[in-house]
């Protein structure tokens, strides 16, 4: 006896929707947001229990409180909703979906893996934007009030009394608290980042991507919590696109007639582009060791593979994307393989264009 579960998640109250296996409505009804009563609520449900929702703020604390007590658990990517709308709908619409196995989007979950590494890794994240935040605001104040700054030792507390003598005296006092609130979030960016390397020493993987081409263990720190196992991803293509850096293209009215009835492909212009549903953090590291790599100018296979592409009239922007995505394909055999970065495995210097 099957049971497909739908449940629409919200802050204050769940509804769960039950369907049988040939897609009958049985029951549906509201429980609060509280782990024990979503666990007696389940338990109450008899036969082969298959649970979905949707990912949320709440979606992983779900899925470790109730994947003990179902026989599979799905969280689902989030679908554009049209037409008639309520939690009861959304619900057994969910359970339709999972039942007939028309679910758009699975997201993977793994709440218990690294799970103080992928905490210390967001509070590291955090602080980062909030620090880089301060400082655009600490410019932006500046340039309000027609001084020209650029660079970084408007931030550094050396040249603080020289910058601030050209403000006004009634803007100098939100100078100073600027200047106060930057200099508390570098000091908890430095503690957060202190943790979060003490962490990732107890993690092997670890010490071995920190070895890739513009790697590092705060990239390799931040890496591993969020991709847990390199074999979610089959092939380097699947690992692509969920960093973003997947190469997709689009078209329209590909086919025309001929004047003998028959149909035939036109050759119509194809829009290229990268994938739109991607992990942003992961993006942002393998562009980040692209930009270390083009800095750095390391004469490795990977930065000699760049300089070919740009001798031979790639943009420097393509050329970059280019570079991140032989620096995600390398990273991934490295995890597969669990050995540490080696140049003599780059492969042959030609590009990858394969999306």
Same mark, same amino acid.
């Given at each position: 006896?099957?049971?497909?579960?739908?449940?629409?998640?919200?802050?204050?109250?769940?509804?769960? %929707?039950? $369907?049988?296996?040939?897609? /009958?409505?049985?029951?549906? +009804?509201?429980?609060? @947001? #509280?782990?024990?009563?979503?666990?007696?609520?389940?338990?109450?449900?008899?036969?082969?229990?298959?649970?979905?929702?949707?990912?949320?703020?709440?979606?992983?604390?779900?899925?470790?409180?109730?994947?003990?007590?179902?026989?599979?658990?799905?969280?689902?990517?989030?679908?554009?909703?049209?037409?008639?709308?309520?939690?009861?709908?959304?619900?057994?619409?969910?359970?339709?979906?999972?039942?007939?196995?028309?679910?758009?989007?699975?997201?993977?979950?793994?709440?218990?893996?690294?799970?103080?590494?992928?905490?210390?890794?967001?509070?590291?994240?955090?602080?980062?934007?909030?620090?880089?935040?301060?400082? %655009?605001? $600490?410019?932006?104040?500046? /340039?309000?009030?027609?001084? +020209?700054?650029?660079? @970084? #030792?408007?931030?550094?507390?050396?040249?603080?009394?020289?910058?601030?003598?050209?403000?006004?005296?009634?803007?100098?006092?939100?100078?100073?608290?600027?200047?106060?609130?930057?200099?508390?979030?570098?000091?908890?960016?430095?503690?957060?980042?202190?943790?979060?390397?003490?962490?990732?020493?107890?993690?092997?993987?670890?010490?071995?991507?920190?070895?890739?081409?513009?790697?590092?263990?705060?990239?390799?720190?931040?890496?591993?919590?969020?991709?847990?196992?390199?074999?979610?991803f089959r092939t380097k293509r699947q690992?692509?696109?969920y960093c973003g850096l997947g190469i997709?293209?689009?078209?329209?009215?590909?086919?025309?007639?001929?004047?003998?009835?028959?149909?035939?492909?036109?050759?119509?212009?194809? @829009?290229?582009?990268?994938?739109?549903?991607?992990?942003?953090?992961?993006?942002?590291?393998?562009?980040?060791?692209?930009?270390?790599?083009?800095?750095?100018?390391?004469?490795?296979?990977?930065?000699?593979?760049?300089?070919?592409?740009?001798?031979?009239?790639?943009?420097?922007?393509?050329?970059?994307?280019?570079?991140?995505?032989?620096?995600?394909?390398?990273?991934?055999?490295?995890?597969?393989?669990?050995?540490?970065?080696?140049?003599?495995?780059?492969?042959?210097?030609?590009e990858t264009r394969e999306g």
């Amino acid at each position: 006896m099957e049971r497909y579960i739908g449940m629409d998640v919200h802050a204050a109250s769940c509804t769960l %929707a039950v $369907i049988s296996e040939k897609g /009958r409505k049985l029951k549906d +009804f509201p429980v609060e @947001t #509280n782990g024990q009563a979503l666990v007696e609520a389940i338990r109450m449900i008899p036969g082969h229990k298959h649970l979905v929702f949707e990912e949320g703020l709440q979606s992983a604390w779900l899925y470790e409180t109730l994947n003990p007590h179902v026989d599979d658990i799905v969280v689902a990517g989030i679908a554009t909703s049209r037409g008639p709308k309520s939690d009861k709908r959304d619900a057994y619409g969910l359970a339709e979906k999972l039942r007939v196995g028309n679910l758009d989007k699975h997201v993977f979950k793994a709440p218990r893996e690294f799970t103080r590494l992928r905490e210390l890794s967001r509070i590291h994240i955090t602080l980062v934007g909030d620090s880089v935040r301060v400082k %655009a605001r $600490i410019k932006s104040l500046y /340039r309000s009030r027609g001084i +020209f700054v650029s660079g @970084t #030792n408007v931030y550094g507390v050396r040249h603080r009394e020289e910058w601030q003598k050209q403000l006004a005296s009634s803007t100098q006092t939100r100078a100073t608290r600027l200047y106060d609130h930057l200099d508390f979030l570098l000091e908890q960016k430095k503690q957060a980042e202190a943790d979060l390397l003490r962490e990732a020493k107890k993690h092997p993987i670890v010490r071995i991507l920190e070895t890739a081409p513009g790697f590092g263990p705060i990239r390799s720190a931040r890496l591993v919590p969020i991709v847990v196992t390199p074999h979610r991803f089959r092939t380097k293509r699947q690992f692509w696109a969920y960093c973003g850096l997947g190469i997709v293209t689009r078209s329209s009215s590909d086919w025309v007639q001929t004047a003998d009835g028959g149909w035939i492909q036109a050759r119509v212009p194809q @829009t290229r582009g990268l994938c739109r549903q991607y992990n942003h953090v992961l993006k942002s590291i393998f562009k980040g060791a692209a930009t270390t790599v083009i800095t750095q100018r390391n004469k490795g296979p990977i930065y000699a593979r760049y300089e070919r592409l740009l001798d031979g009239g790639t943009k420097p922007t393509l050329a970059k994307l280019s570079l991140a995505r032989m620096i995600a394909a390398t990273v991934l055999r490295m995890w597969k393989d669990e050995e540490e970065y080696d140049p003599g495995r780059a492969g042959p210097p030609t590009e990858t264009r394969e999306g």
